[in-house]
């Protein structure tokens, strides 16, 4: 009997760490007033997949390899500054009991800027970019099965290009 | 010790007059045994309409989590998430700037050392 209850208890807290996810964050935060949200399902990247051709029209960096691998998008911004202290805490809180690793750090007069990605050396499952500038705190996450090297080299593209 | 052809010819009584047969010996545990195999067949049983419930459970729970799309069509969320990249590159380019910067600040540095 004892097995029994040391499975059902395994169970139980497998389902709790499951529940700590990017998700839970945007559900926390998204109906709240002063909250800019928005989230784009793995049926919708799926849809994305099919469009031909789509264009980065902002940039001459083409974004569409690696935004046809993602499978979910997350995005919160507030400027309400009790809002943004309890999201940034929370964000904070979330990569630190994830498997998040550090990317990369900026920080200059009290502003900060930090990214994180989940994976292994050749992909990356799950990506994190938590900036505080001013009173403006905005939570960036998409999810997918992305090539490590393209999405590096897409961004530092995009990046060279400002 | 009968055979199996003695056995199948046997009657009902007959086999009622057997099983009286007093002279067979029954194992004193016998009645502490038959139920303790029950009891562990019920906990099983137990377990697994529980481990059936959490996972039902969670599934509904999943399923009343998941948030509605944001947009209804793909081309706006395309739009979205490029320029959600967009801030990310602009990220990746400030911190970029920084480091230039630094690497600029310890090359004069170092010119005048």
Known sequence: ?162 | MKTLQEIEKLTAGDLQRIGADESISVPADLQVRLPRQQTTLRGWSIAAAAAILIGLGWWGLDRALQPKDTFDDPYLAYAAVEQALSRVSGGVHNAAAKVSESEAMIDKVNYWK
């Open chain 1, 1 to 162: 009997m004892k097995k029994l209850y040391i499975i059902l208890m395994l169970l139980t807290l497998s389902v709790t760490a499951l529940a700590q996810s990017g998700r839970d964050l945007y559900n926390k935060y998204s109906d709240k007033p002063g909250v800019e949200a928005v989230y784009i399902s793995p049926a919708m990247f799926r849809l994305i997949g099919r469009i031909p051709d789509i264009e980065f029209k902002d940039s001459e960096v083409d974004f569409s390899p690696l935004i046809k691998t993602m499978t979910g998008f997350y995005i919160l911004t507030t400027l309400d500054p009790a809002i943004g202290a309890s999201l940034y805490d929370d964000v904070n809180r979330y990569v630190q009991s994830g498997h998040y690793e550090l990317l990369m750090e900026a920080k200059e007069n009290g502003e900060v800027m930090r990214m994180y990605t989940v994976g292994d050396p050749k992909t990356v499952t799950s990506f994190v970019m938590l900036a505080h500038e001013g009173d403006e705190v905005s939570f960036i996450s998409f999810d997918g099965n992305m090539d490590r090297e393209m999405m590096e080299k897409l961004l530092a593209e995009a990046a060279a290009e400002q």
